[in-house]
């Protein structure tokens, strides 16, 4: 629902921001079946080293996420739209590079701990 | 999950929470944000390229089509187990398809206010009673801004009697952390409530 239909059609500005990053991912516009949502956490498997043989996209995101980050995060620092940082990650996760956790939807009614967890955290900053 | 247990650096287990920072145009979201964030406020944008189909003939800030939508957030690790995310929503009206996505999952929100331009805020009050989600208004003191009192704005935003609202200045740490705080104790008071 989020993602361009193939049959768009984008003009001028609509072009502009769009086109170019698009190129990054080879056109594709879908993270497959590997469900990223924006809080989702990522973390990089290989290590500096290793990132330096990838790609150029690839390894600058195996070189951010050495420890975990949310694709919000990801996409921020990589300066990119979310969709496009998502088919990238989701490359890197069905080639075992990088392993990830969908943010649990929480309930209607949230498990007190984690409520008093989060007031006491912002209560000690 | 399968990596749990390895390197705890390497560790995608930890539980993420958010809370939203509301409110019209300009109010003073991003700052917010930022006097509280352990990172500087990053902004990302999300695609919402048919959505947004239709919407753009209202009267906004910017007239130009646009097919994304610039979020800011930051970050707070409260332990290695528990991230809490702060989301500045969109300013604009015309964004309000966003929020919904936004607000799945949330835990609650604050809705700043500006006295200047009270009424920039009703769309994010509309939309936290409708959704049931929890939410406190703070009301921004600007240097210079016209002030009223709380009881005044709470009348005026039409609030009921159980919504915390309180006088706040966005650009510093402490009445953020407080504002913050009365938010997850309403938060924490809702939950018992539906919970009976």
Known sequence: MMFPREDDTWFDDAAGPIARPYTITGGRTHAGNIDLQLLSLVVALP?????????????????LCQRPLSVAEVAAHLDLPVPIVKVLLADLIERGHVIYRTSQPLSDTPDQHVLQAVLDGIRRL | MAFAGSEPRRNVSATVVKLLIAGGFGVGKTTMVGSVSEISPLRTEESITQASAGVDDLTGVESKTTTTVALDFGRITINPELILYLFGTPGQDRFWFMWDELAQGALGAVVLADTRRLESCFPAVDFFERRGLPFVVGVNCFDNAYRYGTEEVRA????????????????????????????????????ALARR
């Open chain 1, 47 to 63: 290590g500096l080293a290793e990132a330096a043989t990838m790609a150029p996209e690839y390894a600058r995101i195996v070189r």
């Open chain 2, 156 to 191: 005026a935003l039409e609030l009921d009697d159980t919504v915390p609202i309180l006088l706040c200045d966005a650009r510093d740490r402490e009445s953020t952390k407080q504002v913050l705080a009365i938010l997850m104790q309403h938060v924490m008071a809702n939950a």
